[in-house]
T-cell receptor, first 114, second 111 residues
Framework: NAGVMQNPRHLVRRRGQEARLRCSPM?????VYWYRQLPEEGLKFMVY????????ESGMPKERFSAEFPKEGPSILRIQQVVRGDSAAYFC????????????FGNGTRLTVT | RKEVEQDPGPFNVPEGATVAFNCTYS??????FFWYRQDCRKEPKLLMS???SGNEDGRFTAQLNRASQYISLLIRDSKLSDSATYLC????????????FGSGTRLSIRP
């Protein structure tokens, strides 16, 4: 049973470009969470999605960031017009039933904005 | 008050020592709690769940104190390989149920 798959592992973008981060949850998991981690800091909640629904996006910046989890295919975290401050590790996690079960994390995508 | 709060450390202890961390949470409705371990530049991995009755797994013991709203992690006979950052998790049970991580406690075990 494959774990949570994130790609790409590393992504380099110039300022102003778009970054698209993908996450395929574990088989049977319909709850997806995205977190951002800056160097030497903790995991910051960004968004919680279920299939075709955004449940909680209270941690997402109001502009430039969006997330989706379509009926078919991976969850996508999209950052438009990236800035240097967007450089971070972005982790995706999934669970089968939401908050009462532990999260399984992907390896993360390390975004570098030059 | 932060939703989930941990002492950032670092805790620097000798091999074989016993070390304990606490984590406080603000949402009294939270039901399920977990401890994760994160090694440098890696993804967090589940260490153990925290049950109301406490939970022990080998050298690791987790406890929940609902009255004071904190969870604890005790590591006995610490090994060099226990060096990592330990994250506590408390689901924030409002209408949306996001899952909040503490900022982590860094543990360094010295020979």
């Amino acid at each position: 049973n494959a774990g949570v798959m994130q790609n790409p592992r590393h992504l380099v973008r110039r300022r102003g470009q778009e970054a698209r981060l993908r996450c395929s949850p574990m088989k049977g998991h319909s709850h997806v969470y995205w977190y951002r981690q800056l160097p030497e800091e903790g995991l910051k909640f960004m968004v919680y999605l279920q299939k075709e629904n955004i449940i909680d996006e209270s941690g997402m910046p109001k502009e430039r960031f969006s997330a989706e989890f379509p009926k078919e295919g991976p969850s996508i975290l999209r950052i438009q017009q990236v800035v240097r401050g967007d450089s971070a590790a972005y982790f995706c996690a999934s669970s089968p039933t939401g908050s009462d079960s532990p999260l399984h994390f992907g390896n993360g995508t390390r975004l570098t904005v030059t | 008050r932060k939703e989930v709060e941990q002492d950032p450390g670092p805790f620097n202890v000798p091999e074989g020592a016993t070390v304990a961390f606490n984590c406080t949470y603000s949402n009294s409705a939270s039901q399920s709690f977990f401890w994760y371990r994160q090694d440098c530049r890696k993804e967090p991995k589940l260490l153990m769940s925290v049950y109301s009755s406490g939970n022990e797994d080998g050298r690791f013991t987790a406890q929940l104190n609902r009255a004071s709203q904190y969870i604890s992690l005790l590591i006995r006979d610490s090994k060099l390989s226990d060096s990592a950052t330990y994250l506590c998790v408390a689901p924030y049970l409002d209408s949306a149920s996001k899952i909040i991580f503490g900022s982590g406690t860094r543990l360094s075990i010295r020979p």
